[in-house]
């Protein structure tokens, strides 16, 4: 539900400022009220509160209101800023593409758990897993792990040359990485095991101090890799009900990253000839 309705609040957004996008907002139905004279209809509201109804909320009075209320903040905000010009200044132009582009990137994400659900039985065999690794020497510790994926070693070690100079690892996992779902949270993936980790990696790890970073790029099958170890802490394993909100966690990141990594095998990538 919270997932769907950050999606909601930037889709809002997107229509909320659309007079660049269209000044009046129409919809079939009856003119429940005028803006400075864009009007806001039934059909319009019906829609909103339908999206709403869709996530589990009820169609009372009070949500309906409540809608309205919104749509006529919302289209006030979006006549003011057409007037001031706020749409294109500085680099308000692209951030509100960039909104648009991650609205559609959650969407994306959205039908596919659609199709492919987590469900609880998928928390249960990965805990069970959890505890038949713990049993193992290598896991006698967990390691929590931030990441920057590139296309090439090259440019994995101008970042590594960067990071050496004190570059924030965070700041270029934003800019730099491939995987967004990391990187959007400044390259974080969160605690694992070193036998949950992707060959080569699961070997260098376990020889890295809190602090450290890769020295040399680690290449697997994603791309080249740049990992950094967090925290390192000793490992016990939790009872299932402790662990389950955390794994079904990493189970989400994992799925979207193995859509992503299908998606990206479906396309075709090249250079422009000059």
């Not at 960039?98 to 659900?117: G, I, R």
């Not at 993936?189 to 992707?198: C, E, K, Y």
């Not at 740049?226 to 990141?253: R, Y």
Request: charged content about 20%.
């Amino acid at each position: 539900m919270k997932h769907i309705n950050k999606i909601l609040i930037l889709i809002l957004i997107l229509l909320g400022l659309a007079s660049h996008f269209a000044t009046a907002q129409t919809g079939g139905g009856t003119v429940l009220v005028v803006v400075n004279g864009a009007k806001i209809t039934s059909g319009q509201l019906n829609e909103w509160v339908n999206v709403a109804v869709s996530e589990g909320a009820k169609d009372t009075p009070e949500l309906r209101q409540s809608v309205l209320n919104d749509l006529i903040l919302r289209e006030a905000v979006s006549q003011d800023a057409k007037k001031t010009g706020l749409l294109t200044t500085g680099n308000n132009a692209f951030k509100i593409k960039l909104a648009e582009q991650n609205a559609v990137l959650e969407l994306w994400f959205a039908q596919y758990f659609k199709a492919h659900p987590l469900s609880e039985a998928d928390v249960k065999a990965e805990y069970e897993k959890q505890v038949s690794l713990s049993k193992e020497p290598q896991n006698t510790k967990e390691y929590k792990l931030s990441q920057i994926v590139t296309n090439t070693e090259a440019e994995a070690n101008q970042i590594i040359t960067q990071l050496n100079k004190g570059a924030s690892f965070a700041v270029l996992a934003q800019e730099k990485s491939l995987d967004k779902t990391s990187g959007a949270r400044g390259g974080i993936m969160g605690w694992a095991l070193p036998s949950q980790l992707v060959p080569p990696i699961n070997s260098v790890v376990p020889n890295m101090a809190k602090g450290q970073f890769t020295v040399k790029p680690i290449q697997t099958n994603n791309g080249w890799h740049i990992v950094m170890v967090d925290d390192v802490k000793p490992f016990v394993l939790p009872s299932f009900d402790e662990a389950k909100a955390g794994i079904a966690q990493a189970l989400v990141q994992q799925r979207r990253q193995e859509a992503v990594s299908a998606l990206m095998k479906t396309i075709k990538i090249s250079q422009p000839v000059k």
